[in-house]
């Protein structure tokens, strides 16, 4: 039990302490990417603390699990790790932390049901707006354009992608500014991004008192948006991307004194018109290579008695 109680600990602290460190830091606006890669390895660091903690806590608890969990592993590894009499505290762990286990898989189920059903719903009122004419055969056209007064824009992902954009964005849009925008949001669809916000919303819904998935959930919304501003600006220029923004967002009242859903849009355009400097490559792998060994540590502690004991 020693062993499935430092996992526990570990776990806990990390989701404490992760979001508020990572909150003090200045470089993930200024390397979203890294950023995300730190963020997922922290996460899933946590959710790796809690899965092995429930498989030693089980094998306390239960000689069947322990046997199939140690069955080709020598005799003075199992006995490394101390299995003797745990009470009901064993038994009560694996159980809480299995319960834990199943309601993650049905968030992730809902989340997964949730977005096929939405996606079904925004791909049946795209065809009632923009239908095939008489004769016309369904094509492989990635852009859409649709009738209305609202500058808008936006990436609907599935097995045929396209990017839709209302004619009043196309009015607004000057120069290359819409190739900004398209490039902006395959910007999402190329890195998956859809898979980060859909996976957050599901661990932060499935446990909203646990700080490092409500944190996760909101670091993952920013940074997406970040990291896809930087991919259209690097082909088309932080100044045009930037335009670009004002034009979809001048008339949401996003620049106002009032704050609104789309309040992140006033500090992208700033980001963009004044880039902050960017971290040397030496740094970037610093600390894409320390966030990778950030899950390595829990399965190192679990794994520690085993591997004293061959020596």
Known sequence: MTVSVALLLLGALTAVLAPRLLAR????????????????????????????????????????????????????????????????????????????????????????????????????????????????????????????????????????????????????????????????????????HDWLLHSSAALANGFPQVPVFAAFRAQMHRLVELAADDVASRRFGRLTIALALVELNEDRGVFGPCPTPHGHVPQRVHRLLAPPRRLTPARRLRLTAAAALVPVVPVLIAFVPGLHALR
């Not at 009901?88 to 199943?102: F, H, K, N, S």
């Not at 649709?146 to 000057?174: C, F, N, Q, S």
Request: proline residues 7%.
């Open 25 to 192: 830091a200045d470089w993930p606006e200024r390397e979203p990417v890294v950023a995300l890669w730190v963020w997922q390895c922290v996460v899933a660091a946590v959710l790796l603390c809690c899965a092995l903690s429930m498989a030693l806590s089980a094998a306390a608890a239960w000689q069947a699990v322990r046997g199939r969990l140690f069955a080709p592993a020598p005799s003075r590894v199992i006995e490394a790790y101390a299995f003797g009499p745990s009470g009901p505290w064993a038994a009560t762990t694996a159980l809480l932390l299995a319960c834990g286990g199943v309601w993650t898989a049905a968030m992730l189920a809902r989340e997964i049901h949730l977005t096929r059903a939405a996606r079904r719903t925004r791909r049946a009122e795209l065809q009632v707006r923009a239908p095939l004419l008489p004769g016309e055969e369904p094509g492989n056209d990635r852009l859409v354009v649709l009738e209305g007064e609202r500058p808008d824009a936006w990436w609907l992902p599935g097995a045929a992608p396209r990017l839709v954009i209302t004619t009043a964005a196309l009015r607004r849009l000057k120069g290359r500014q819409l190739d900004a925008v398209l490039a902006h949001e395959q910007g999402h669809a190329e890195a998956r």
